[in-house]
């Protein structure tokens, strides 16, 4: 059984296989006759069985050739016209025309692809693996303008003060405080104080939800009584919306190592080492810990593969009339 | 003595010389569509079959790369024959027992006795339904082997299969040709009687 079916596999005809045959067309050698021989005399029906397939295939042999009634010579006008009738379709199946059996596999492809946007997507949803952080440098024109877009009246306020009198550094902060100015104003702030481990009790509120309302991040920063936080207070205007803003300018046009390394991960390091064991497993727990893929970018990509090749399959199961 | 210049038709058929590719195409006419025509059953598609055949060999010449240039005539008719043959079998509608080819006419009888002659076109018509209930593979590995007379490694390198596989496929359709046959034992020869 395995024997046979190893044979399949690779191409292989059993020995007994090509004994019959070469007895049936009355060319076998003499071990084939010898094996041919042994199993008539083990089966005598069989000697019977294969007088009747020589028989057939000499009536087969009999059959007359067929001549074709017409010439199929071919012209420049009959290739033209075969040409100018295949569409982009049936080129791309022409390439597997010569092995049919590769017609197979834009299908393979497909469910590949398919397969692995499910387990991405099940992944995701069991925390196995997470979407890739964004940092700074890499922080594209395109969220850039969505988040503007999402908070103009933040954008407008912060170029409004009055503070900015450098035209050129106005324009040059301008997109980069827009961008951060839904979450990451009052994180500045909140980041830098906990970082000095004054306020471990704020700190998973902050980690748990950095893009949190402005006002109780700087009700945060209002009840801690160290002399630094008020330093910092002091700064922010009382107005929160302004408050974020012009933090966020002063770090467009000041840029600092600390405005950089701030992220929501960034945070919750920042945080687990300053303000002990609790206030690390809640940031954590939001940062998580499953493998950091650019997940979100994988699925499209392999989502775009799929369609494609099931569309290419598709295609060439027409072309080829199935 | 023929004076076909396989080599060099094919050479200057890659030069786009119409003519050269149709001596090509008149040395191996006959054979490319007896192959189909006993593979599809049907003579207007396997004309339709021979003729497109010729044409994407044309257009393809240039991917030949040695070999037995009619076994890669044959790959290129039997690829359009069991395209063919998939379309059909998907449009039940459209059956090709219409048109059927029987072999009736075509078996070979020396005697001249009109009886003989009647079980000969019933037999033909027998093998004729026998052939056609064999898969398409086992149908045109038989048709190759057994009824036009091509060697097995012609008929795998025209079908694109190994060896082994052509040797099984036969061996596979012969004994289901010899069950299909002995259902009608009174239009066999004695010889073909169990």
Known sequence: MIRKFLNRLFGRTDPVTYAINAYIEGNASADEMKLVEQMMRDDPALEKDLATQQALLGVLGRIGGIEAHRSFAITPEMVAAAESSRSAVSKLAELFAPQRKLALAPMVVAGFAALTVALLTIGDITGVVEQSGIDDDSFSISAIAAVSAAAPEVGGGGIAEPEIADETAASAAQPAAAARAPDSGATAEDSAAIDEGQHAGAAPTLAAAPSQDLESADATLEFGDDDEVAKRGELIPEDSEESAVAAQLQEAIEPGPETESITSSGIGSDIGEGAGAGAADGATAAAGDGIELPLWQLQIVLAAIALAATGAWAGLRRVRGE | ?194
Request: charged share 30%; hydrophobic share 40%.
């Open chain 2, 1 to 194: 003595m023929t004076n076909f210049d396989e080599e060099r038709f094919i050479q200057l058929t890659r030069d786009g010389d119409y003519d050269a590719f149709n001596r090509i195409v008149a040395e191996y006419q006959d054979a490319v569509f007896a192959v189909v025509l006993r593979t599809v059953r049907n003579r207007a598609a396997a004309e339709d079959i021979t003729q497109d055949a010729f044409i994407s060999a044309f257009r393809k010449i240039a991917s030949y790369r040695g070999g037995v240039f009619r076994a890669w005539l044959f790959r290129i008719a039997k690829n359009a024959s069991l395209d063919y043959l998939r379309k059909m079998s998907r449009r039940p509608e459209t059956s090709i027992d219409e048109d059927i080819v029987y072999f009736s006419e075509t078996v070979r009888d020396d005697s001249a006795d009109p009886l003989a002659d009647a079980l000969n076109a019933e037999l033909a018509r027998l093998i004729e339904d026998c052939l056609g209930g064999l898969s398409d593979d086992h149908r045109l590995a038989m048709v190759m082997v057994d009824v036009e007379g091509y060697q097995y490694d012609e008929t795998a390198d025209s079908i694109g299969v190994s060896i082994g596989t052509i040797k099984s496929r036969i061996n596979r359709a012969r004994a289901r040709m010899r069950d299909c046959v002995q259902q009608q034992p009174e239009l066999l020869p004695a010889s073909m009687r169990l």
